[in-house]
Structure formats: C-alpha cells, structure tokens
C-alpha cells in the first residue's frame, strides 16, 4: 500500500490506496456467491515495540500477537491530532468472521527526525484492541552507524498503559450497494475542509482499488472499483484546520453480482470453487469440449491461511491440445492460451468438485500439518491405485500432503506413498 498526499483545488487530501494494477474485466458474472467482510478495526497485540534508526532517520514499530481469522491490512495509522507527541492505531481489515485466531507479526518504518525539541522523542503512544485508549511504548535507540534489523528484542519491554481520546464519528452509516466490476463513488463537502483542514480516506485494498480522485460540484469526490465481491468499509476522516475538530463517517458497503441462478451452496466469499469456475467458463467459452485436468494456486509467501492462495493457473484438456488460463486478480483472468500438445500425467477431472480449498485446509490441519504452505494444486495424478482428485499441499517443511476429494482422507504423498496418516504419524 502507498499513502499518497493529493492537493485538489487547494484542499489536502491523503489517501491509503494500493499500487496501481490493472483493471481487467471477465464479463457478466452468472453465479451470486454470499457475502465476504472486511471492516477496519483495532487489532489486538501481544507485544509492542518501537526503536529508531538513527543511520536512515527510520522509526520502525513492531507488532506481534494473534488476530481473528482471515485479518489482512494490518497497518499503524498515525493520529495527526495527538498533540505533543506520536500517536499510532494498530488496525486491520478483519472478514470474513470465521472461527479461531492466526498469529501475525507487524513491523512498519516512518520517515522521521528523532529526537524533536517540540515533541516527545523518549516514546510513541499505540492503541490496539486490548488498549483502545493507547499504551506509552518506550522508543530504543540505535547506535550510528547500526541497524534494526532485530526488533523482535525490543518487543520484549512490556508497555505501559495511557489515556487518549479517539476521534468524534458523525451519527449513523451511510450504505453503499455496487454492483461487482462497476465503478462507484464515495463525496464528501469539501467546505469542511477549508482553512487548512484535511481529509484522509481508508480502504481494504483486497476489496477495491481507487480508480479516481477530483472535486466535483464543491465535493471531494473518490471513484473506486471492486476487486472482489462481498461487505467491506470506506472510512472518511475530516481533521479541522483553524478549528480544532475530528470527524469521521463510515460507508458500508455492499459487494454484489446479479445473478442467472441460485448458487448451489451458501458460500461467504468468492471462494476457490468460485474462481476456478470463472475461468473454465472462459475458457469453454473458446472451447466448448474444455475438461479440467489441474488447478496450480500459490501465494505470494508461505501462509496457513487458504485465502492467501490467491494466484490460480487452470490447465485444461481442449481438443488434441492444452488450454490454460493464469488469474490476474481475484475472480479475473487474462487471455486463455492454447498449446498444441496434450498435458500429461493427470486424469481429467469432473468438474465441479464437491470440496472446496477451504475445506481441505480444515482437514488438513485436523490432520496435525498446522505448518504453512506455499502452493496447493487440485489435480487427479495419473498412478495406479489414486483413484480420485487430490488437493495437494507443498508444505515449507517440504512434505506434499493429499487430500482426497471424495473420501476426505489425508496422506503424504498419495503418489508414492498411500498409507493414510494417522493423528501420530502427523505430528511426528
């Protein structure tokens, strides 16, 4: 994410926006698939820690502790209006609501001039959900010349609570409803802003990307695009110049498709099924005869979290050949690609499949395989006695762990070796 200052017609306006991507369509959704959430909210922590680089002018915080499942966009926000010294939310982007806790670690630099003769430089005040007011952390020095690349020990120094009072938010939330791939705006009266006042605007970068920004009729106007369907938050935040005051407004906005027909399951987010589905509709919509062989997910780093297998690559049986199709976004695909020979060692598969990734992630960590993993592929591999599709896990601790889609068993390395392994053998 960038935080990027925007003068517009004299008014200063920061905005949270993701780096630009592009914006590729993949025409009318038919399938409606329920809701996914995601509001910004103060996360809990464990530990806190601040420490100052004095070689690059950096002030690094550190975060650690366990947040509500599916949590992303955990960030520190700085509060402009905390007088006298530094100020920090801990917030994140939390939905789907989902059962248990995952563990996360946080570390965040700020640009800088440490230690300040108008301010405190000895600490920095950080809420967090088990201290919404805000708990003193102590700031550690680094020597010239040194580094911080171990933040981790600083972490170690138990903060002390203190007091701090949180913005005033304007009664009641406005709702939004957009349909999915369709461009809407979010204005806000520009008056308020005057006499050296600004306007800051926080958004879930996995939900929508911000396409534009402009004042119009006398309003600050912000245009954005989804990225994925399902509820999630737009905050608005007004900081008086002259007059001294924090305003914020809170649009809830709805995500939503219209669809040709019921789905078949109530499902809570544009899930794997979802998105595979997406692509081998476009891909029959080029060749009709299309059957799946494999479904290639990874992620951009090691996760225990299904959700963060976000990049898909669906290889499909077409004719005498082999298309395939690579995601580009949530739900969004490029260009489908044909090659001239066929693809092997796979048995097609019948689409669609009655388990979903999330599911075999459940039973995967049942299993005791709690460890990350980098990739999952959903494929039928072409051995003697596999007889039925497998989501494979490539865990980091380098173990291939099947589980099979129909009889929900979990196994190392179905291919080579089919002994199912018991809740000993797992945690060995």
């Avoid at 955990?74 to 609501?97: A, E, M, N």
């Amino acid at each position: 994410m960038t935080h990027k200052h925007n003068v517009i017609n004299g008014y200063n306006v920061l905005i949270d926006r993701p780096k630009p991507k592009s914006l590729n369509r993949v025409g009318t959704q038919t399938f409606l698939f329920l809701i996914s959430m995601g509001f910004l909210q103060l996360i809990p922590a464990d530990k806190l820690a601040a420490l100052y680089d004095t070689s690059s002018r950096q002030l690094r915080l550190f975060a650690k502790g366990n947040a509500q499942q599916f949590t992303s966009g955990i960030s520190f926000y700085r509060d402009p209006q905390f007088v006298g010294g530094l100020k920090f939310d801990l917030q994140g982007w939390v939905g789907p609501l989902g059962t248990g806790q995952e563990p996360y670690t946080k570390t965040q630099n700020f640009s800088i001039q440490l230690p300040s003769p108008v301010i405190n430089s000895k600490s920095v005040i950080i809420a967090d959900a088990n201290h919404p007011e805000g708990v003193q952390v102590e700031i550690h020095y680094t020597g010239l010349g040194t580094t911080a690349a171990d933040l981790n020990g600083a972490g170690e120094f138990w903060a002390i609570p203190a007091a701090e009072v949180a913005p005033t938010q304007l009664p009641g939330q406005e709702t939004i409803r957009a349909l999915f791939k369709e461009p809407f705006s979010i204005k806000q009266s520009a008056g308020v802003s005057k006499q050296g006042g600004s306007v800051d605007i926080k958004f879930d970068p996995a939900f929508l990307e911000l396409t534009d920004a402009g004042i119009q009729g006398g309003d600050i106007a912000w245009t954005f695009n989804s990225l994925q369907m399902g509820n999630t938050q737009v905050i608005v935040t007004i900081f008086g110049g002259i007059a001294k005051f924090v305003m914020q407004r809170v649009y809830d906005v709805t995500i939503f498709v219209l669809a040709d027909a019921k789905p078949a399951t109530d499902t809570l987010i544009l899930n794997f099924l979802g998105r595979v589905n997406i692509a081998m509709r476009l891909i029959r919509e080029q060749y009709p005869d299309a059957q799946l062989y494999e479904v290639q997910a990874t992620g951009k780093r090691p996760s225990t979290n299904p959700n963060d297998i976000s990049q898909l690559k669906v290889v499909c049986r077409a004719g005498k050949g082999t298309a395939i199709i690579s995601s580009t976004g949530w739900g969004e695909f490029g260009p489908v690609s044909y090659v001239d020979q066929p693809w092997l060692e796979d048995v097609v598969i019948n689409w669609p499949v009655s388990m979903d990734l999330s599911e075999a992630d459940s039973l995967l960590k049942q299993a005791g395989f709690t460890g990350s993993y980098g990739n999952v592929t959903l494929r039928h591999p072409l051995y003697p006695g596999v007889d039925e599709p497998y989501y494979i896990f490539g865990m980091t601790s380098g173990q291939y762990v099947f589980v099979g889609v129909n009889d929900k068993k979990v196994t190392v390395n179905r291919a080579g070796q089919p002994t199912v392994v018991d809740q000993q053998q797992a945690t060995a």
